[in-house]
């Protein structure tokens, strides 16, 4: 399974962005998918989730009411749009993919698989 972020950039504080995470490689079935970020200087953390199936969703409280994960099964991707964004939104996001319902959404040592990441700035 290959994982390939696209759509970071720049945008100003209050602006939008949307990230997406296309899937490939053999039959892809995951329990979840996932963002997550990682400021310099900073510890990864989780930013939202989504389960493949029911489409249930997770977000950190930093990004409740601005972010939302979706996803298009059909198409084996996952997205993240990002509305009022704020400079300490800046980080490089990954996406990832979860095997095992066994971990919560926002479990980093659930997902078995991870995109190269992809640098989002917000400046001022």
């Known amino acids: 399974v290959q994982l390939q972020a696209s759509g970071g950039g720049l945008a100003q504080t209050g602006g939008s962005l949307r990230l997406d995470c296309a899937a490939s490689?053999?039959?892809?079935?995951?329990?979840?998918m996932g963002w997550f970020r990682q400021a310099p200087e900073k510890e990864r953390e989780f930013v939202a989730g989504i389960t493949w199936s029911r489409g249930r969703t997770d977000y950190t409280d930093s990004v409740q009411g601005r972010f939302t994960i979706s996803r298009d099964n059909a198409k084996n991707t996952v997205y993240l749009q990002m509305n009022s964004l704020k400079s300490e939104d800046t980080a490089v996001y990954y996406c990832a993919a979860q095997t095992s319902r066994v971990y919560s959404l926002r479990d980093r040592d659930g997902y078995a698989y991870w995109g190269q990441g992809t640098l989002v700035t917000v400046s001022s």
């Open positions: 490689g053999r039959a892809f079935s995951p329990y979840a």
